[in-house]
Nanobody, 120 residues
Framework: VHLVESGGGLVQAGGSLSLTCAAS????????MGWYRQAPGKQRELVAQ???????TYADSVKGRFTISRDNAKSTVNLQMNGLKPEDTAVYYC???????????????WGQGTQVTVSS
C-alpha cells in the first residue's frame, strides 16, 4: 500500500492543523488506521487510531483537542488538531493495518511523515 500524507506545517500555539493520509494500492481491506508522532530525542508514540467501524483511541495528551476520522470509500484518514501546543511539535506518521490482494494475513505500512511545528 502507498500512503501519502499532507497537511503538516507551522502554526502558533492555540492554532489548528488538519492532517490527511490517503492509501492506495492493491488492498482488499483497510483495518485500523492511525497517526503516530515522534519528537526529537523521543520514541514514536500513538496519537490516535480508528478502526474500520469507527471506534477511536486517543493518547491522553491529545484527548479533547484532536479528532480522528476516516472515509472508507476514499481510503483516507484525517487528524484534526485543535488547541495545538508547543509540545505537539513532532513528525507525524500515518499508519495502516491492511489486507493486501492475494494475501492471507494483515500487514502494516507507514507514511513518510509530515512535520508539525507549534510555536509558542
Amino acid at each position: 500500500v502507498h500512503l501519502v500524507e499532507s497537511g503538516g506545517g507551522l502554526v502558533q500555539a492555540g492554532g489548528s492543523l488538519s492532517l490527511t493520509c490517503a492509501a492506495s494500492g492493491s488492498i482488499v481491506s483497510l483495518n485500523n488506521m492511525g497517526w503516530y508522532r515522534q519528537a526529537p530525542g523521543k520514541q514514536r508514540e500513538l496519537v490516535a487510531q480508528i478502526t474500520r467501524s469507527g471506534d477511536t483511541t486517543y493518547a491522553d495528551s491529545v484527548k479533547g483537542r484532536f479528532t480522528i476520522s476516516r472515509d472508507n470509500a476514499k481510503s483516507t484518514v484525517n487528524l484534526q488538531m485543535n488547541g495545538l501546543k508547543p509540545e505537539d511539535t513532532a513528525v507525524y506518521y500515518c499508519n495502516v493495518i491492511f489486507l493486501p490482494s492475494g494475501a492471507t494475513y494483515l500487514r502494516q505500512s507507514w507514511g513518510q511523515g509530515t512535520q508539525v511545528t507549534v510555536s509558542s
